[in-house]
């Protein structure tokens, strides 16, 4: 256990954390612009990317407050919460690559299934 030979309680989990929430430390690995993760998600998903990511909140809402859909409000957010949290946390990051979308791929799948189900 490293946490014996080092003295003090050590984390792996939260020192990747603390090293990619530091500003500029990730620069040193190329940069690109926030498009980067649109384009590879239309490129990997495709309708899908399109249906979970741009129509999910406004095709919700709207059907929601028209009350047109039997879904409830608490289904809507937690099936696309995570998935705009995530691209806050990770957007804002210089740094970007397509293993940092792993996380919301399940979520995303979701909410399309959720959008082609409302159309």
């Known amino acids: 256990d490293s946490t014996y030979y080092a003295g003090k309680i050590l984390s792996a989990t939260y020192n990747i954390f603390r090293y990619n929430a530091k500003q500029g430390d990730d620069e040193l690995y190329g ?8 384009k590879n998600l239309v490129l990997n998903f495709n ?3 399109m249906f979970g990511l741009a129509l999910f ?4 809402m709207y059907l929601r407050f028209q009350q047109r859909t039997p879904l409830p ?5 937690l099936a696309g919460g995570p998935i705009y949290l995530w ?11 397509e ?9 995303l799948c979701i909410a399309a299934v959720i959008v082609y189900e409302q159309l």
Do not use: D, N, Q
């Open 57 to 60: 909140w406004p095709l919700s």
């Open 73 to 77: 409000i608490s289904l809507i957010v």
């Open 47 to 49: 309708y899908t990317a």
């Open 31 to 38: 940069i690109e612009p926030f498009s980067y993760y649109i």
């Open 99 to 107: 293993r940092f979308l792993y996380p919301i791929y399940p979520a």
């Open 87 to 97: 691209m806050c946390i990770v957007g804002k990051r210089p740094h970007k690559e």
